[in-house]
Nanobody
Framework: QVQFVESGGGLVQPGGSLRLSCRASGTTVVFSSMGWFRQAPGKQREFVAAATISRTTNYADSVKGRFTVSRDSAKNTVYLQMNSLKPEDTAVYYC????????????WGQGTQVAVSS
């Protein structure tokens, strides 16, 4: 069974930066696309960004120009560099394999909490 393990979250002031990491385990398959989703309190989980093994990237409009997603395909790992963070970026961030802008698997990891506050 595929498992996703996220890390790197924390508390940061508005305008600050964080770098999230996620590794997929339990499979020998290299996912063509992996990415990030987030869920804020009281809201549905939403797509944030994804990257393919050919380094094609896709972003939600709300994070374009501020977040950068990247892959280490050999390790089935995906990263999310988040700059110029805003309070509205506060959420639990999850990773998954991605098809378009949807998650490929119904199972999710624990996620990593990102809190942006002064």
């Amino acid at each position: 069974q595929v498992q996703f393990v996220e890390s790197g979250g924390g508390l940061v002031q508005p305008g600050g930066s964080l770098r999230l990491s996620c590794r997929a385990s339990g499979t020998t398959v290299v996912f063509s696309s992996m990415g990030w989703f987030r869920q804020a309190p009281g809201k549905q989980r939403e797509f944030v960004a994804a990257a393919t093994i050919s380094r094609t990237t896709n972003y939600a409009d709300s994070v374009k120009g501020r977040f950068t997603v990247s892959r280490d395909s050999a390790k089935n790992t995906v990263y999310l560099q988040m700059n110029s963070l805003k309070p509205e970026d506060t959420a639990v961030y999850y990773c998954n394999a991605v098809q378009g802008s949807s998650s490929r698997f119904d199972s999710w990891g624990q996620g990593t909490q990102v809190a942006v506050s002064s």
